[in-house]
């Protein structure tokens, strides 16, 4: 039955499925882009698909649980006329479990290359718009353009969505307003969202104009992945900053707590599919290639470095590195090369254009030092698409693969490196080595990317250091052969046990266990816009009904009315703190009722508020949160508790004192009953952890003094231990 001063939550109770016991969830996986090949056939002007087996959207559903069903939302690589749309669509979802997002070019080019790749891209690798030359200024036009391209999606997956059994999974920086789009929709839809590049520290992001709304609409779903903790960091940093939220770690989980909801941060990095890169090692292929390769570098020492061609991967300093070991051991003229891969550029612009021609430059000056002309070249640069299966080669007959991205996500290619270098029995025929033989590989990988934790056994450089990059070369060549193969074991190892299915069904099962509370709130959608999200409180709440007030209200001849200030009153955000005179009409209206007893109760001092209200003469006022106490202007303050003694104010104080001089931004609100340390101008993360340090320090100092300790919201708080809160309520028994 339900009281009739309550009112329930039309959004509290699931509803019924029909054919629960037959429907099997949904996962549904939504990029930027398909994992689909396109091309058109000449002949026939028919389009042919195929799957992208590269493509890590496609490999992780070996990871997904074998009763899910994997339901793909993106956009194709290749414009769809419009004429033709619904045919592909059709054909897309009936073939490939896939749901086209056909986003009109101009406003593809404003989404893609305009926000995301000139404006998220580069800031969220560190990349400060400070000169138009060299970054694109904020462009609000092309953030709506985002915004638009976003909706897009959100109808596509609204399309194939339920809300009560399916699963959304959301990948990377193109979609991070997405997830508001589909809270607002379905309020319980049950949301997931991956990183798959940097999350930059807070003096970087807080750079971005839109940074409130992108981290309020990241909040609505219910778990958060990144590939490193440093990542994690930064954006926890960042709601702590921006937002004022803190976050806490629940066994093992970390937790940010929004309105009511938890939202899980998952910090897993992702790994490569196994089986491709074993598929290739065996391929036909492999081996003509590996024997074509392995001749023309015979006597050499082979290093590799596969990079997408941009500004961030350090490749002309990776050359300088190349020429400082050259002139450093000239033993080693003649004899090293780096094989270096350019994989097509993803984006476009100036700075791509500059950094590809410094690179060639870089590149034929340092060939021309130490080459010799039509023998011996120590860089050689191969620019034009690389199957995947040539790569395996490179990879596998590399004595040394370098990763020196200045910054980067994750960079798989130090996993499929190690893999390649396990081998296979084509390449230990075209090595001649035997099956048995102990495995090596050596790494240098920067300490800017994602993978550098989970590589323990890497040599780490920082890529500016163009000496200690030269230096780690050296280091990784000439090691002894069971030091290589002891790394490179434990490498393989960590490798193949953390592939991309293990990404996947890890994420996935934390999905799960995120959302598993969903039915055991009431929950509400507040807020217009991206500020929309969602009031999540307990079974037990009810909402109170004004109607029921009102009657109860006229109904009754006795009245007590209890009113907080700060907060309820007064807004907590407002600088100014005293009373309108809107409220201070309203006040004296509701004393005005001989049948009313109103009282504020405050936890400020009764000097502020006896000045503050000295208009209402019948408001009843309780100070320091009950410990004086004044029935009306015409009354005297009474104590609660006569007889406290506040000796313990002489250790306190000193104490307190010392940390508000410490800490910028803090200070100490000196009441007759207690001292209350504010820290909430000081820099969240100093202030949370100085107001720690004063807890246990007061606790110590205070323990045989009749006082209480307490942290509350942004504060510390000694008080008498004979406070009596409901001093007021006692009156009226």
Known sequence: ?????????????????????????????????????????????????????????????????????????????????????????????????????????????????????????????????????????????????????????????????????????????????????????????????????????????????????????????????????????????????????????????????????????????????????????????????????????????VIVGVDDMDIFKGISLKFLAIEQLLQQYPELQGELVLIQILNP??????????????????????????????????????????????????????????????????????????????????LDEVLKIDSDSPRTSSLVVSEFIGCSPSLSGAIRINPWDINAIADALNLAITMDDGEKQLRHEKHYQYVSSHDVAYWARSFEQDLVFSCKDHYDKRCWGLGFGLNFRVLALSPTFRKLSIDHIVAAYKRTNHRAIFLDYDGTLVPQSSIVKTPSPALISMLNKLCSDPSNTVFIVSGRGKISLSEWFDQCKKLGIAAEHGYFIRWGKQSSWKMSHVGTDFAWKRIAEPVIRSYTEATDGSYIEAKESALVWHHHHADPEFGSWQSIELLEHLESVLANEPVVVKKGKEIVEVKPQVYIYHFISQHFR
């Open 1 to 301: 039955m339900t009281d009739p001063g309550i009112i329930s939550d039309v959004n509290g109770d699931k509803q019924s499925n029909e054919n629960d016991s037959e429907y099997h969830h949904k996962m549904i996986i939504v990029a930027i882009f398909l994992p689909i090949n396109a091309r058109k056939d000449n002949l026939s002007g028919k389009w042919c698909f195929t799957y992208d087996e590269d493509s890590i959207f496609w490999q992780l559903k070996h990871g997904i649980s074998s009763d899910t069903q994997v339901v793909y939302v993106g956009s194709l690589k290749v414009d769809i006329d419009v004429s033709e749309q619904e045919e592909v669509a059709a054909q897309l979802l009936e073939d490939f479990n896939c749901v086209p997002t056909f986003i009109p070019p101009d406003l593809m080019e404003k989404f893609y290359d305009g926000f995301c790749k000139q404006q998220l891209w580069t800031l969220f690798h560190y990349m400060m718009p400070m000169y138009p030359r060299n970054c694109n200024i904020f462009d609000r036009s092309l953030w709506l353009a985002y915004v638009s391209a976003n909706k897009i999606f959100a109808d596509k997956v609204l399309e194939v969505v339920n809300q009560e059994e399916d699963y959304v999974w959301i990948h990377d920086y193109h979609l991070m307003v997405l997830p508001t789009f589909l809270r607002k929709r379905f309020i319980r839809v049950k949301l997931g969202f991956f990183l798959h590049i940097p999350f930059p520290s807070s003096e970087i992001y807080r750079t971005l104009p839109v940074r409130i709304e992108i981290l309020k609409t990241l909040l609505n779903v219910d778990l958060i992945g990144f590939h490193t903790f440093d990542y994690a960091r930064h954006f926890l940093s960042c709601c702590s900053r921006i937002l004022g939220l803190q976050y806490e770690s629940r066994r093992g989980y970390l937790g940010l707590e929004y309105f009511g909801r938890t939202i899980f941060i998952k910090i897993l990095p992702a790994g490569i599919h196994m089986g491709r890169i074993q598929s290739a090692l065996n391929h036909p292929s492999f081996y003509i290639k590996a024997r074509e390769i392995c001749q023309q570098f015979k006597g050499k020492r």
């Open 345 to 426: 550029p993803i984006g476009t612009g100036n700075d791509v254009e500059e950094a590809k021609q410094e690179a060639h430059i870089t590149a034929r000056r340092i060939n021309g030092r130490f080459g010799i002309p039509g023998y011996y070249e120590p860089i050689i640069i191969i620019e034009r698409y690389v199957p995947f299966d040539e790569k395996t080669v490179y990879y596998a007959l590399a004595e040394c693969c370098i990763v020196n991205a200045v910054r980067d996500g994750m960079n798989l290619v130090p996993y499929k490196y190690i893999v390649c270098r396990q081998g296979s029995p084509k």
